[in-house]
């Protein structure tokens, strides 16, 4: 089975500047999509980004980049000029692209935005 | 559109008993997958339905079964509760019906359970 590895359990950040949340992932598969989710203490899961295995290019969405190095099975999220409504949980999130909708999440890491 | 509702939010039974739990996707979404969410394990598919049928099928023991309808509702059931089932329980629905799109699953707000 595949695993999803976030090394970082919780991490802060002051307001404005910019962070990193890391996640490594294993497989051997060569298809699949990756997926950075945000779970705010009102426990609702939000996707923040996704990446296609196949593209070579990073994924970006407003504030939010990630920075996908395949052969190093690393997918890691940026979120640029941190905002208070940031501060979350945040799972990295794994999906083979031939086995249906079953997601693998890392243990995740718990933002803090510092005012 | 409505979003995935999840039915009830919170629930507290006794160890031995039975529960059922239901899960409406977002419309046209025929997809739905089940979560388990615990502090120590974080998040573990329980399994997916589509189309009424199970497409997928994490490791969890036979106490835990779901099912699907024709209008893409979904329950899941739990028989002869243990402590250690207490979580968050957290549906998730997507429209595709490909594996090899990349659609997103949509989460639902997850019902609490707590087996005393």
């Known amino acids: 089975a595949q695993t999803v590895t976030q090394s970082q359990p919780e991490m802060s950040v002051q307001e404005a500047e910019t962070v990193t949340l890391s996640c490594t992932y294993d497989?051997?598969?060569?298809?699949?999509?990756l997926f950075w989710y945000k779970q705010p203490p009102s426990r609702q899961m939000i996707l923040v980004i996704r990446q296609e295995a196949y593209k070579q290019q990073n994924a970006t969405e407003n504030r939010f980049s990630v920075n996908f190095q395949k052969a190093a099975k690393s997918f890691s999220l940026k979120i640029s000029d941190s905002q208070l409504g940031d501060a979350a949980m945040y799972f990295c999130?794994?999906?083979?692209?031939?086995?249906?909708?079953?997601?693998?999440f890392g243990t995740g890491t718990s933002l803090t935005v510092i005012p | 559109k409505a979003g995935v509702t999840q039915t009830p939010r919170y629930l507290i039974k006794t160890r031995g008993q039975q529960v059922t739990l239901s899960c409406s996707p977002i419309s046209g979404h025929r997809s739905v997958s089940w979560y388990q969410q615990t502090p120590g394990q974080g998040l573990q598919f329980l399994f997916e339905y589509f189309s009424e049928t199970q497409r997928n099928k994490g490791n969890f023991p036979g106490r835990f079964s779901g099912r699907q309808f024709s209008n893409s509702r979904s329950e899941m059931n739990v028989s002869t509760l243990e402590l250690g089932d207490s979580a968050l329980y957290l549906c998730a629905s997507s429209r595709a019906a490909d594996p090899a799109s990349s659609y997103e699953q949509y989460f639902g707000p997850g019902t609490r359970l707590t087996v005393t």
């Open positions: 999130a794994y999906r083979s692209a031939n086995t249906g909708n079953q997601f693998y």
């Open positions: 497989t051997s598969e060569s298809d699949y999509y």
